[in-house]
């Protein structure tokens, strides 16, 4: 074992070691807090952004869902290129045009 003096020296060193540690969590927190409150604040930000971006979304979709008139209108969900509902017999009468071309 040390005799007194190393001792007291020893415990001189580990209360040194204590404050500087101390210090340091003084700081990490007062970071901390400072964060905290960005993050605090840029939430307030955000809220407000969508609060204002929401309703004016919201707004411009409906205007585009109705027409000039205010009727509703309906969405197509596919097109078809090709009829659906057509008997061939129908177009057997029909003549299509001819327009002569040149080769050029």
């Known amino acids: 074992m040390g005799t007194l003096r190393d001792l007291q020296y020893a415990l001189q060193e580990k209360i040194e ?12 927190e007062l970071e901390l807090d400072q964060k905290d409150e960005l993050i605090q604040k840029l939430q307030n930000e955000l809220d407000k952004y969508r609060s204002v971006i929401r309703p004016a979304t919201q707004q411009a979709h409906q205007q585009s869902s109705t027409t000039l ?15 659906t509902a057509f008997d061939i017999q129908d177009l057997s009468h029909v003549t299509l045009p001819f327009y002569p071309k040149s080769p050029q």
């Open 17 to 28: 070691e204590l404050r500087q540690r101390d210090a340091l969590i003084d700081e990490l």
């Open 69 to 83: 008139h205010g009727e509703q209108r309906t969405k197509r969900q596919a097109i078809s290129a090709e009829p």
